[in-house]
């Protein structure tokens, strides 16, 4: 099979749950002996090659016209600023009418090229945030499968948040107009064809991680991790309230926040006693965000809306006891109880009081990381999962 991914965010570069999780995809296919390109349309101030290989997996970048080495620096006040400036002024958006057709023209180009005979595309597109009005996504010459990774439609439903209408109509008309639906959750499933008022079929293809080598150390006792993005949807600044409670109990415990986002802004929530014990080291590769995790007691993801996050299922194999969002599709994962625990993002009394049950229960804490590590591995090995992917597409394109 030769097999065309759409990814606007394919590694190395910023990238998220979407990004990782095609890269993994994608080279366990080529492991399996099928083709595989991956294609995207990509930010002004992406950087990177245009094209390179990843492990037998052939990744090309198309350029918006107005990309340029200027933008790169999109965490700077000064590129924030021309970004959003450009947005409300609609100049990005022309930019984007403009270079659509040549994306397309380059993805189908690449069909004919490497002989595709499917294609998987994510319900989120990058561009579209960029938009004020409708700018539809290109209809492509083979069978197109659209992946829920969960789309701006999912996201600002779930945080009951009003989706402006044109982000509406682009989203509904990507699913309408795709061969084949699949989710990575059967929450995101249901939740997104309701919100966007679809009425075809979604197989759930769940996502899965490669099962990493833990390194062996030493747990680090009273120690409390949480990693991912900061900011309101992961349910950081809930978390931040939740560790006065939590330090006010156990003075000695430490938090560890890893990831980007305002550390002022998430800080400001903590008392100054609490404010001693977060350390915030930001975004750390991934062999030090593996070992991070190993050394924890406890990993934290508080989340409003996910659709099937990475970041808990890392911190499971590592060994480590997870408290996850009871909302959407933490009870997916999570068996409560038995190998993690689930919270209420909102009930920081709720979410305290688990954490500080861990940290006080060696044995039910340890009994928990076992379990989630064992479920880990027998069911979210991204190696075992590739084959359900396989069949999926089999019976897709014959």
């Known amino acids: 099979m030769n097999i065309l991914y759409l990814c606007d965010e394919y590694?190395?570069?910023?990238?998220?749950?979407?990004?990782?999780?095609?890269?993994?995809?994608?080279?366990?296919?080529?492991?399996?002996?099928?083709?595989?390109?991956?294609a995207g349309f990509y930010d002004w101030g992406y950087g990177g090659q245009d094209s390179f290989e990843d492990e037998g997996v052939k990744v090309y970048r198309f350029r918006r016209g107005l990309s340029s080495a200027r933008f790169i620096k999109q965490d700077s006040l000064p590129v924030r600023a021309v970004y959003k400036l450009f947005k409300m002024s609609g100049i990005w958006q022309k930019d984007i009418e403009r270079s659509l057709p040549g994306y397309k023209a380059f993805i189908e180009e690449l069909i004919r090229e490497h002989h595709i005979d499917l294609i998987e595309m994510p319900d989120y597109n990058d561009y579209m945030r960029f938009c004020n009005s409708y700018v539809p996504f290109p209809k492509l010459s083979k069978p197109v499968v659209v992946k829920m990774h969960g789309c701006m439609t999912y996201i600002m439903k779930e945080n009951k948040q009003e989706v402006p209408r044109h982000i509406w109509q682009m989203e509904h008309d990507v699913l309408e107009q795709a061969t084949a639906l699949c989710s990575v959750s059967q929450y995101n499933a249901a939740k997104t064809v309701e919100y966007l008022e679809c009425k075809k079929e979604v197989t759930v293809l769940y996502n899965g991680i490669h099962i990493?080598?833990?390194?062996?150390?030493?747990?680090?006792?009273?120690?409390?991790?949480?990693?991912?993005?900061?900011?309101?949807?992961?349910?950081?600044?809930?978390?931040?309230?939740?560790?006065?409670?939590?330090?006010?109990?156990?003075?000695?415990?430490?938090?560890?926040?890893?990831?980007?986002?305002?550390?002022?802004?998430?800080?400001?929530?903590?008392?100054?006693?609490?404010?001693?014990?977060?350390?915030?080291?930001?975004?750390?590769?991934?062999?030090?965000?593996?070992?991070?995790?190993?050394?924890?007691?406890?990993?934290?993801?508080?989340?409003?809306?996910?659709?099937?996050?990475?970041?808990?299922?890392?911190?499971m194999a590592c060994g480590t006891a997870v408290i996850y969002t009871r909302r959407c599709s933490g009870p997916e994962l999570i068996n409560e109880d038995i190998d993690g625990l689930l919270t209420e993002p909102d009930d920081i009394n709720d979410m305290s009081r688990k954490i500080i049950y861990l940290l006080k229960d060696a044995t039910a804490c340890a009994e928990m990381a076992k379990q989630g590590q064992v479920k880990i591995t027998a069911r979210y090995d991204i190696k075992a999962l590739i084959k359900r992917y396989i069949e999926y597409y089999n019976h897709l394109y014959r």
């Not at 296919?29 to 390109?37: P, T």
């Open 11 to 38: 590694p190395p570069g910023r990238h998220g749950g979407i990004g990782t999780m095609v890269q993994s995809v994608a080279r366990e296919m080529v492991l399996q002996g099928h083709k595989v390109v991956v």
């Open 212 to 315: 990493p080598n833990v390194p062996v150390v030493e747990k680090e006792r009273g120690t409390v991790i949480f990693t991912g993005t900061m900011n309101e949807n992961k349910g950081i600044y809930q978390l931040m309230k939740a560790w006065n409670l939590v330090n006010a109990t156990i003075p000695g415990a430490k938090l560890v926040i890893c990831g980007k986002g305002p550390v002022e802004k998430v800080s400001a929530l903590l008392t100054p006693s609490a404010k001693k014990t977060v350390h915030f080291p930001g975004h750390i590769g991934k062999s030090d965000l593996y070992e991070a995790l190993a050394k924890a007691n406890v990993a934290i993801f508080p989340s409003y809306a996910e659709s099937f996050a990475l970041a808990p299922m890392e911190a």
